[in-house]
């Protein structure tokens, strides 16, 4: 079975500054990682996914995350972070049992101030 | 564009009451779940089910129950509410492949007093 560990419960940081929000998991044969995003009072939406092919995955809105199979890390990156950027932040693997469940981190809470 | 629906928004319960949560996606997604969500403990698998008719238990199962007669419905029901089941409950669901993005409800905020 597949687990997810966020290093991280609170990330404070400046508006514009770079962000690393970390996240590792325990390894498998195949991985499927992604990064989901819940702003306050609403359901968890998708950020990005690895699934196979580039190790570098990116979102719409700036976002990039690095998938490292001897780290056995996915660790999701911001360059510049906006107000609008503060929200939980959930890693998930996909659970290589036959019941294919969607294992999800603790979450990291990240706090972005002007 | 509904995609996946929760209903109610918010309930208030005693101890010792039963209610239902319900769960509806319009996606014909094979795969749905329900998970609870307490402060630093993130997402729990209560159940999950992968169609109609199939369901199973998640890491906390204990008090809850489900059912899975439509590909459509998944309702979580409460059979005798404690303090402990307070907490902000998600209904998922995805395409039944470990590649598929899973889309959530916007939640139920549950206080069981």
């Known amino acids: 079975a597949q687990s997810v560990t966020q290093l991280d419960s609170q990330v404070p940081v400046f508006e514009e500054a770079p962000v690393e929000l970390r996240c590792n998991y325990s390894s498998s044969v195949s991985v499927y990682l992604f990064w989901y995003v819940q702003y306050p009072n609403q359901g968890l939406q998708l950020l990005l996914k690895y699934l196979s092919g580039s190790t570098l995955v990116k979102s719409i809105n700036g976002f990039e995350a690095e998938f490292n199979k001897s780290q056995t890390s996915f660790h999701l990156r911001k360059p510049s972070v906006h107000i609008s950027d503060t929200a939980e932040y959930f890693c998930a693997v996909s659970d290589d049992t036959g019941g294919f469940k969607t294992i999800f981190g603790a979450g990291t809470r990240l706090f972005v101030k002007a | 564009n509904a995609g996946v629906t929760q209903t109610p928004k918010f309930q208030v319960l005693k101890t010792g009451q039963s209610m239902t949560l319900q769960c509806a996606q319009d996606m014909n997604h094979e795969y749905m779940s329900w998970y609870r969500q307490d402060p630093g403990m993130g997402l729990r698998l209560i159940h999950y089910?992968?169609?109609?008719?199939?369901?199973d238990q998640g890491e906390v199962p204990n008090g809850y129950n489900v059912s899975r007669s439509t590909t459509e419905d998944f309702p979580l029901r409460l059979l005798s509410a404690a303090p402990s089941q307070t907490s902000v409950y998600f209904c998922a669901s995805r395409g039944i492949g470990r590649n598929t993005e899973a889309f959530f409800g916007q939640g139920t905020r549950l206080t069981v007093v």
């Open positions: 089910s992968v169609g109609a008719g199939i369901t």
